[in-house]
């Protein structure tokens, strides 16, 4: 079918003789078959929006409809994949076309000419079913790349099956009347279907202190990042990316900076997965959509990289999907809703923002696949919130579906103090679920977390005294509480992630770390009234506790049990240097 521009309004274009399209069903726009998406529909009148630039389009233009929706190709080729919102490859697309990406241009996600060994897990005559595993492919050194029977397919016998080399437009499987490639489409605003849901318990880990023993998040469960202009949001994404125990990470980099995406297209590239030396690459595929990409394309951005995080998932494997940002998204939708002439809601946002986020965090989970196996999908959305002003609208209604916060503060970023995580306002609803798992490294983690959250409260309680009267002025036992916390926020929250030791810390080290911290307090508690203040503050074995985070972790067991008996030494020296004086 064939219609007829009659409006021009930035990414938003209206046509007329659409009639018979489908809500979101992919157009070709003008001569140049700029992809578009029908987002409104009356009669024979579509809106369209646009996911390339439309300078210079006129009325009179045609376009023609697909009869499909947005969809994504998925299969062997895909993990490494750097891709733009609407999946095309930008390696590819840059040897085409320079660095400027020329719009209209055409290139398959999915590398057409490669071989790729193809290993069958099922026989002929096997009756094969929507989500079943056919087969696999070594694609990288890191993913083994599950063939999945579409999850649109029903039944059937297989008639021929075998092992060989295949591009992925052969078919390596037959049933009676339909043909397995080694990849399917998949349109990007539909769930992936999975056979169950169930509820997240498992902590993913992630070697940032103040994330797995403050607010930790589970393999399955959904985490949102607020924080202000340069407080450390894309610093986090790119340390989960690196550390969190996900075998499977995607990464959505959404109307950032151009600057910024460059870094994650030069620096992931470069990247060693640690724990087997790999490119991190050969685990991760990356959605890249600068702020100087086409703003329609941003929606499409977070649909391709989730609908491809969910196929991941459907093979059996634990993803993590970062976006960064959610907020580039939501003005995104802004904007175009404005062109539409829509009834604003809060701050010029459509009243639909809540229900798209909710859509999108919804589809996170940790799930039993059509196959059978276990998955999760995870996902953690940077937000960026003008100002560090949380209220606004963007903020507010990610937290209302997220269970995991990770305030990011102004106030402590402007100290140095990173990861910039608040613990005062940061929550994870988690807890309860991860404990078990916690209590099997170390039985005292959830006695350890509470007994330090409190001091650190108490610390924020006894600020506000000390403003008004100064700290000497405090009985020796809350100087003592002052300076334990400090201790807690520089050596075991305060995490640097560009140092080599320091940028991953195991569980293990966590509970030990911050064993050490509050054994130092509670000791020295014990006896604090026969102690002078002065020497508290002068202690030697404080040093030792400010360099655990860069004791590598194969000394860990060695040096920290040495800093718990030096600990234990020093305070008997102090007390009986201050016996001593009280007799004479
Ligand atoms: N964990 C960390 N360790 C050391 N430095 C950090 C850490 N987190 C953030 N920083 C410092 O803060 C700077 C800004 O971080 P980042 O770019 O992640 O902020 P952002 O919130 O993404 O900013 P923007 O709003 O511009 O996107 C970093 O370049 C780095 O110097
Ligand atoms: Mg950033």
Sequence with gaps: MEGKIIRISGPVVEAV???????????????????????????????????????????????????????????????????????????????????????????????????????????????????????????????????????????????????????????????????????????VRKPRPVTKKFEPSIPMLTGQRVLDTFFPIAKGGTAAIPGGFGTGKTVIQHQLAKWADAEVVVYVGCGERGNEMTDVLTEFPELKDPKTGRPLMERTVLIANTSNMPVAAREASIYTGVTIAEYYRDMGYSVALMADSTSRWAEALREISGRLEEMPGEEGYPAYLASKLAEFYERSGRVITLNGKEGSLSIIGAVSPPGSDFSEPVTQNTLRVTKVFWALDRELKDRRHFPSVNWLTSYSLYLKDVESWWNNVSKDWSSLRIRAMQLLQKEEELKEIVQLVGPDALPKKERLALEAAKILREDFLQQSAFHRIDTYCSQKKQ???????LMFYENLLNVISSLEFEDIVTMKVKEEIARMKIVPEEEVDKRFTKIEKDIVEEIEKLRSKSSENAEK
């Design 17 to 187: 003789g659409m009639k018979g399209s489908k809500m979101y069903e992919l157009v070709k726009v003008s001569d140049e078959e700029l992809m578009g998406e029908i987002i409104q529909l009356q009669e024979d009148r579509a809106v369209i929006q646009v996911y390339e630039d439309t300078t210079g389009l006129k009325p009179g233009e045609k376009i023609i409809s697909t009869g499909r929706p947005l969809s994504v190709k998925l299969g062997v080729g895909l993990t490494s994949g750097i891709y733009d919102g609407v999946q095309r490859p930008l390696n590819l697309i840059r040897d085409q076309t320079g660095d400027y990406i020329r719009r209209g241009v055409k290139v398959e996600p999915l590398i057409q000419k490669k071989k790729w060994h193809f290993v069958p897990l099922k026989n002929k005559g096997d009756t094969v079913k929507s989500g079943d595993i056919i087969g696999y492919v070594k694609e990288t050194e890191l993913i083994e790349h599950r063939i999945l029977v579409p999850p649109d397919f029903g039944e059937g016998k297989l008639e021929h099956i075998e092992e060989g080399d295949f591009t992925i437009n052969d078919p390596v499987a037959k049933t009676e009347d339909k043909e397995i490639k080694m990849y399917h489409e998949w349109p």
């Design 511 to 517: 509970v030990w770390m911050l064993r050490i911290c």
